[in-house]
């Protein structure tokens, strides 16, 4: 224990003069600023930028989180689900029909739900890994221009409450019922549909749901599927973020304005 102590003993003292040396250069930072009678201009508009900068480097690192189903995962599971022509033919042949693709879509979306979780937990995780970041960057920025600590705090205090979802698991599924049944109707119609006519008896339709159409439906449903995924993950991971930040801009703006206007607020 003597020799891990002695290794690690050095690398803590660094750290801490590290954040001793950042506290007193806030603190010289506060002390000038009060000396000169007020704190250094903001620079909002290079703020502006900067925060352009971070949601985008933000979009960029969702990108890489989004987990979905290929297509050789979709043409895998169609495979499994009619791996041979499927026929119906009695007087509700129709309603069969329909349902056929009703059961296989939520089949299939059940199957996917999954990956929609996985990438929620992870974009949300990264999300709040690159807002941290992003609060260094900001303080950095404020401390190099002069700001003095107290600005500092009211500047970031919006910043620090950004709140990202905590549990998965218990959202709905990204596709609208709506938009689901709608698929549902418009790959049926594609059904080949074949007339049988007999003597004192009604015609008789069969309607042949081969393993192409199914393949077609359930890549056309899991183009939606992930649509509508990328527009919840925008909603629950970066419009928060984005939110966060246009708080943190307007009361720059505002603490800016008072300062012009030589009425800092307390």
Request: a neutral charge; charged letters at 25%; hydrophobic letters at 40%.
């Amino acid at each position: 224990l003597k020799t891990a102590y002695v290794r690690m003993l050095p690398r803590s003292v660094a750290r801490v003069m590290s954040d001793l040396a950042q506290l007193i250069s806030q603190f010289l930072a506060s002390l000038r600023a009060l000396e000169e009678g007020g704190t250094a201009a903001i620079d909002v508009d290079r703020l502006r930028v900067v925060t352009q900068q971070y949601m985008q480097d933000v979009k960029e690192r969702l990108r890489h989180k989004i987990c979905a189903p290929t297509e050789k995962d979709v043409r895998r599971l169609a495979q499994g689900k009619c791996g041979v022509p499927v026929v119906f033919e009695a007087q509700d042949a129709a309603e069969l029909n329909e349902k056929f693709f009703a059961v296989l879509a939520r089949e299939a979306l059940a199957t996917w739900h999954p990956f929609f979780t996985q990438s929620i937990a992870e974009c949300c995780d990264e999300a709040g890994k690159a807002h941290q970041k992003w609060q260094r960057s900001i303080d950095h920025h404020l401390m190099k221009g002069g700001v003095d600590a107290a600005t500092k705090q009211k500047i970031l205090l919006d910043s620090k409450n950004l709140r990202l979802v905590s549990d998965p698991e218990g959202l709905p599924p990204p596709l609208e019922a709506d938009q689901r049944d709608r698929l549902v109707a418009e790959h049926a119609s594609k059904v080949p549909v074949t007339s049988a006519k007999q003597l004192f008896m009604p015609t008789q339709k069969s309607y042949i749901v081969t393993p192409e159409v199914v393949c077609a439906f359930l890549l056309d449903l899991s183009g939606a599927w992930v649509k509508a995924g990328l527009s919840q993950i925008e909603r629950l991971c970066l419009m928060p973020i984005h939110k966060n930040c246009e708080d943190m801009l307007q009361n720059v703006e505002e603490l800016h304005s008072h300062r012009l206007a030589g009425m800092i607020p307390p």
